[in-house]
């Protein structure tokens, strides 16, 4: 782990860079590169019949959850570690989900929601949950487009973050997100690996460290 530094965006967006050494970024880049691991086509429920499918690596036995990719699992404490020197959370918080995208030309996400909800007096109400979001491909050029789409607490206001490899981003899960598609410039799909955490106690609120 090289020396790291971070840049505060919003009270909801920080970006970080430092987070992985030049290997380990070639090591989990690896894992989009592996010809045995299968692919999955996916597509959010809100996009039209029309628009094109895009990927993520095959999680094993759950499409939803953590996953059984070892390389990916294995940073969890290191991220876990960023997120407390952050953001400065005083109570437990858990991984709740790894994710993965690969998207080539005009494969486009939807703007969506990370966020997860707890039961409290019998009642769904959301609670306090973030995603630390890689850029992992090992090589981009910002021509090729991909930016990462984030909105604010500010109505109307939207955060625009280039796609920089080895960079990370730490939002909040419950801010409408995107992940721009290639344009018709770029070289490479974009690759990015997304760990989310929420609060064990439900009645921890999406903004109580923000």
Known sequence: MMEYSHSKLDPDVYTIDGVFSPK????????????????NAKREYSVSKNNPFWFCLHKGASDFGIGDNQKFISYTYRIKYFIKKILKPDFPFQLERINTNIQ?????????????????DGVNVPKWTWTFLFFSSNTWNT??????????ATKGVYRNISYIPGRCVLFNGHL???????NCFSEMPRNTVAWTFSSVDAHIKPDATS
Do not use: K, M
């Open 24 to 39: 380990e970024c070639a090591e989990i880049y690896d894992e989009f590169l592996i010809p045995y691991d299968r692919i």
């Open 104 to 120: 080539y030309q005009n494969q486009d996400s939807p703007f969506h929601l990370d966020g997860f909800d707890g039961i409290v």
């Open 143 to 152: 021509e090729w487009g991909g930016e990462f789409i984030c909105s604010t």
């Open 176 to 182: 409408e997100h995107r992940g721009s598609a290639p």
